[in-house]
């Protein structure tokens, strides 16, 4: 699919022209890579991360059927199983967070400043989750001639990591600090549902089809055990 064909859509969607129905007819017809590629041009180009986070959406919404058919082909418990419940879990951490900014702009209550605080914390608990794509999963992909992808991933984790620290310290006065926030808010959304978004549907494609032993996958399962797994993972939920 042509860059400019998605701009277009980009901007019908934006101005009300295009449906997100209509929206997601026509991103399905690029592939995952394209779509990365694009979004990225779009952002050279100057288009804002606030805008292009509805188009996120929508690619991602495009791609959750192939991505579910992945996750069922594989047991619990599989590495790539559980990230994928990770990313579904911070999918919907995102969504809360996007829908505190109205209230943040009109006079934030008690109530909302603690659910604020306590997304940004599992915001932060994600730092598991990542730890286990660094320290196990890129090296077996690197060591299989894969580098790309997770030298990428990589240089958005160290992207991401301040800017959740810095929500964390902001969360704390959330009135005073309102325009910051939600500055931080609009790109950790965009950020890290285009960062979810190539893992789901890249990277953890491309794994799955290098690492065909079973083996491996299962030292990859006990290394991943090794480093510890988010509060919020869904086949351990623990209480947090
Ligand atoms: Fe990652
Ligand atoms: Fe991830």
């Known amino acids: 699919m042509e860059i400019d064909r998605l701009k277009e859509v980009l901007k019908g969607v934006n101005n009300g022209v295009i449906t997100e129905d209509e929206a997601l007819v026509e991103i399905k ?33 495009a791609l959750e059927d192939k991505l579910q058919e992945i996750k069922s082909s594989l047991d619990k418990g599989h590495p790539i199983h559980t990230m994928i419940s990770e990313h579904d879990e911070i999918l919907k951490f995102l969504n809360k967070l996007d829908s505190l900014i109205e209230p943040l702009k009109s006079g ?3 109530e909302e400043k603690k659910t604020l605080q306590h997304i940004v914390e599992h915001l ?3 730092e598991k989750h990542h730890e286990r794509e660094e320290r196990v999963l890129f ?10 992808p997770p030298r990428i991933m990589r240089m958005e984790h160290d992207e991401l990591r301040p800017k959740k620290k810095k929500l964390m310290e902001l969360s704390k ?17 965009f950020k890290l549902r285009d960062h979810i978004f190539k893992e789901n549907n890249i990277l953890y494609p491309a794994a799955l089809n290098a690492i065909g032993e079973d083996i491996v996958w299962e030292n990859i399962r006990m290394e991943c055990d090794k480093i510890g797994y988010c509060c919020f993972t869904p086949e351990l939920r623990m209480q947090c």
């Open 124 to 126: 932060l608990e994600a």
């Open 173 to 189: 006065d959330p009135v005073k600090n309102k325009k910051e926030i939600i500055e931080l808010i609009n790109f950790l959304s």
């Open 139 to 148: 090296p077996e992909l690197e060591e299989r001639g894969i580098t790309g």
């Open 29 to 61: 017809k690029a592939t995952p890579l394209e779509l990365s590629l694009a979004e990225q041009k779009l952002l050279d180009e100057g288009v804002s991360t606030d805008e292009l986070k509805k188009f996120c959406i929508i690619h991602l919404r």
């Open 108 to 110: 934030i209550v008690d």
